[in-house]
């Protein structure tokens, strides 16, 4: 089957914002991840955002414990020299212990999807600040977070939250494309890619056309990948997910089918007005290198960039993967809030900031992390 993998809905940001609205939540969804979805704003200036009490454990989307302490500890083990690795993973474990004592995810944090990446609408300097204040208020006792910022793409909202006076801290380094022309492929890895999604687009199957089995086949594939062969931190969407957000018209959802029939590789792209990004990635993790099923999942993101003429957010990992085919490494921010908190809550995001600046984020430049 010849499929068309144009987007099936117009990616306007609060068209995806009331959409999100609507979706109905069970713990089911997503097992590995506790929050509540609420919302501040109203109407076209409304934004979602999630709100934690400090449940443990969490996945790191949600838990900032999670994402600063528990994912570096195991990338650290994963990705660095032992010599690098042993004293900050210690490192970790006592600012791990200070942090839960500050309550570190008592947290509130504004435009989160519960994706791995969150994209940012055009900023309205008015309303920023209104949503801090209506955060203040209904959760006065929690720090008040900004996930994926990114001095390339969010330049502004790094630039007003800062004046706001919220600490930013670097989180990790992700790969951006500006603009991706088909017809003028400078990268020899991305043009062979490329040639490979040509030879399979017969096999391409957007969602409309899948039935539950190819959900629940989605939901498998994403788990090998994501969570068996990355990390379990990394949020264990399940095929009730995935069908909620396709229907909503949140995900633009496809496939690869096998000669047998059965999905074999899957992507879930989710956009803004000028933004794409692929948070749903899962593929037969069995399969030969040969069948290069993470290579064609890739270029199918970057041809839905291009015909949609969006910047490609393609996150973090896969490193070496993505600078080879002209990812711009950029360090992304999470941007923090306390002014109303305790003097101790403070000086522990303080201190969070500060040593991802003097170490996290030369450590992530100088490994690509």
């Known amino acids: 089957m010849s499929a068309d993998p144009r987007p099936a809905s117009s990616w306007d ?14 713990a089911e969804d997503i097992p590995n991840l506790t ?7 109203a109407g076209g200036s409304l934004m979602p955002v999630t709100v934690n009490h400090g449940e443990t454990p969490n996945c790191w ?3 900032p414990y999670t994402a600063f302490v528990r994912y570096s500890q195991e990338e650290l083990r994963r990705l660095a020299h032992p010599m690098i690795a042993a004293p900050l993973r210690a490192l970790c474990g006592t600012l791990g212990a200070y942090l839960r004592k500050a309550e570190i995810d008592r947290a509130v944090a504004v435009n989160n999807w519960m994706l791995s ?9 008015g309303l920023l600040p209104r949503w801090i204040e209506e955060a203040q208020q209904r959760w006065p006792r929690h720090a008040i977070w900004f996930r994926s910022l990114n001095p390339r793409y969010t330049p502004d909202w790094l630039e007003q939250l800062s004046a706001l006076g919220c600490e930013l801290i670097p989180s990790r380094q992700v ?6 022309d088909v017809d003028e492929l400078v990268h020899a890895n991305l043009s062979r890619d ?5 030879s399979r687009r017969a096999e391409l199957v957007p969602a409309r056309f899948w039935d539950k089995t190819d959900f629940e086949r989605a939901a498998v594939l994403y788990g090998l990948l994501y969570i068996e062969k990355y990390s379990r931190l990394n949020p264990d969407y399940q095929a009730s997910f995935l ?6 018209g949140l995900l633009e959802l496809l496939g690869y089918r096998s000669v047998s029939g059965e999905l074999e590789g899957v992507v879930g792209i989710f956009g803004t007005d000028n933004t794409i990004t692929a948070p749903i990635v899962g593929y037969d993790t069995t399969a030969a290198p040969s069948r290069g099923l993470y290579r064609l999942l890739m270029a199918t993101v970057f041809d839905l960039g291009a015909t949609s003429g969006r910047q490609v957010n393609l996150s973090a990992g896969a490193a070496h993967f993505k600078r080879l085919r002209g990812g711009i490494g950029t360090i992304e921010y999470s941007a923090v809030y306390t002014r109303h908190l305790s003097r101790d809550r403070q000086r522990a ?21």
């Open 243 to 248: 069908r909620a957000w396709h229907a909503a």
């Open 175 to 180: 790969y951006l494309y500006d603009q991706i």
């Open 349 to 369: 995001i303080r201190l969070v900031s500060r040593l991802a600046t003097s170490l996290g984020e030369p450590l992530m430049r100088r490994f690509k992390w």
């Open 194 to 198: 490329f040639k490979l999604l040509r």
């Open 117 to 125: 990446t969150n994209l940012y609408p055009k900023l309205d300097r």
């Open 61 to 63: 989307v949600c838990s």
């Open 35 to 41: 929050t509540t979805v609420d919302f501040v704003g």
């Open 13 to 26: 940001f609060m068209s995806q914002v009331h959409a999100y609205a609507r979706i109905p939540r069970t």
